[in-house]
């Protein structure tokens, strides 16, 4: 006779299934795709000194053989006007003191990142140690330019430190 | 049923120098009327001559643009939003076309006003809906949709709903309109037998004279937007005024207009 | 002439005014509004549940032409590798908040404009006014409220099922590593951007939602029609002011965020 109760329930489930996968979409957006720059567990930073950046701004991501482990926090100059870029990098990384930082972009006009190629040394890099052995970024300009006139033969030549 | 601070003289409903507008239409022009308590009025007139605006200025949905409502003496004007509501739960509305909530059950419709303003209890509420469904034989229609149901069946169902919240006042706007004459006369026997159970005070806008004259104490006739006669049935039955005359004796007229037509006679002019 | 124009100046002014004084009723009458759940649940149903096939359809369809595009585009430059970021950034920061918006306006906007406007016609509001039920709370809130709870997880829904179809575009139908594709997403999206994201559907859900209750609550308004026609006036307008007011809200996010 009342107005029959299980209309009601039905409705209620449908809805509640429908806002419990959404909440669970939300948080898969803002937790796991959301997340992809953020450096979640504890982390320590270095620097590092370039000649040129070559479109490396803060927010870039930092790589070892190709993993995510940190990104960039900041890029300034120093006294010398060379750019130096603070990286924050994941703190249970043993880097050793003789480690490379080189900046590469994926594809030829993709975004810049820094990779780190670890070296063999014992001693550690200390947190805010200035890595000096880098690589800096490929002037993409020069480059075309001497592939064009026949100058070079590997990218990876061209800009050496 | 008066409230104690009220003196009792006070009529429970009162109209004083109404004028409502619409645009640069007047649609009301200084209206007087009382209704009297526990009484059965029934305003009568034409079609388009403001008698549903006059009753949508009672019941406190449209704002007059001069002139007041009196509830028990009180202009409902200078009512504020809880002495509106106190209002508004002591009195119902009948719509032409019903305004049953077409999303919601016979039950559902019936239980809304109860459900939300009102404090009763659960159990309370079910028992007068179940009640009032009773009353007009809708027991067993309590899970069916306002579109599922008859015309007659969804006035009554309207009907149940303004009845529901036990009011001193109901308002009904052309109960008849587009019935055939058997349940004309089957709404006003309900209306006039309602009223006799529950003790409320009615009024009623309608056009359909002989029925109105049969149930109602009270008679007001408006035509283009004034009273122009106030009284009782009987005393509208000899009137000699000539809007009473017109709006009273234009279905004996007809017998003699239409015969003039079939004679070929010109079609009189405020008929063309 | 110049009197028209300030007439009609002052009447959109005046109707800015009304619809924001609407709005804001809308809100605050669903303090007290009694049995305010059911009603929420079942705008929820209408706004969300009901839409969800539609948002799936075109967020797919939407992911699947911008993976197509994205990978022949990036090809030419030998940076297939970013389609990705490509598909992700541009789903994440515009096109699942505004195209979810349209569509939920499309499906469930027009229908609660229609639903509204037929029932001021039949005095279904009046009604409840008469019964000391404040119309405001009654039928407005549950919808305001539920637009703002239904919009964020349509665009979330959007997002993802978007980000599947660049997938399928580019790893499943082209030869883009599966792997490369969803490294550089989670790569390229940031806090920023979901946080984004969720302001727009927010302000989209709240705008759209409440222009579609006005013009549906204030159908009987439209001095030029009546009956019939002034319910399909008003569900027009619902549609035209909303999508309009998705696109420009959507211009004014980006230009303050970015």
New interface residues.
Partial sequence: MNASPTK?TR??L??GT??LA??L??T???M???????VSSASTTYRASFTNLGGLAS?S?VMISGV?VGRVDKVDLDERFHAIATLRVRADLKLSADTTASIRS??????KFIALSPGGEDVLLKTDELITDTESAVDLESLISRFAFGGVKSPDSSDKK | MSSPDTPPSAPLLEVRGLCKNFGDHTVLHDLNLVVPRGRLLTILGKSGTGKSVLL?CL???LVPDAGDVLFEGRPLSSEDAPGL?AF??R???L???N?????LTAWDNVA??L???TLLPKPEIRARVRDALRRLELEADADRYPSQMSGGMQKRLALA?ALV?RPEIVLFDEPTAGLDPIRRNAVFTMIAHSQREFGFTAVVVTHDLPEALAASDRVALLVDGTLCFKGAPAEFQDSASPAVAAFRDSASHLAGQIAAIRRGEPVPADLA | MLSATGRSTLRIFGELGDFARFTARGYTSAIGS??LG?RL??A??EQ??RC?PVILIVGTFTGLVLGLQGYHT?KG??????LG?LV?NSL?RELAPVLAALMIVGQAGSALTA?LGI?RN???I????????DPHG?LVAPRLLAAL??Y???T??F??IG?VGGWISGSVLLPLPGSVYW?????????E??AQ??VKALVFGGLTIALCCYNGFTAHRRSTTTGARAVSASTTRAVVFSSISVLAADYLITSLLV
């Fill in positions: 009601y409705l209620d449908t809805v429908f806002v959404g909440l979409a939300l898969f957006l803002a796991r795709i959301g997340a992809g720059n953020s927010g991501s995510v994926s594809g030829l006009i993709g975004e | 949508k019941a406190g949905v509501a508004r739960r009195c119902s509305y719509f032409q076309g305004a049953l909530l077409d999303s809304l006003p459900e939300q303003a709903r919240t | 009694r049995r059911r649940a079942r929820i149903y969300g549940v969800l990036l430059f030998g940076s297939a590798s970013l970021p992700a994440i639903e029932q039949s005095e279904q009046d009604a409840l006014e008469t019964m000391g039920i009654f709870i239904v964020p997880i349509m979330a829904f997002a993802l980000l490294s550089s997403v989670y790569r390229a999206i940031g806090p951007d979901v994201c969720i």
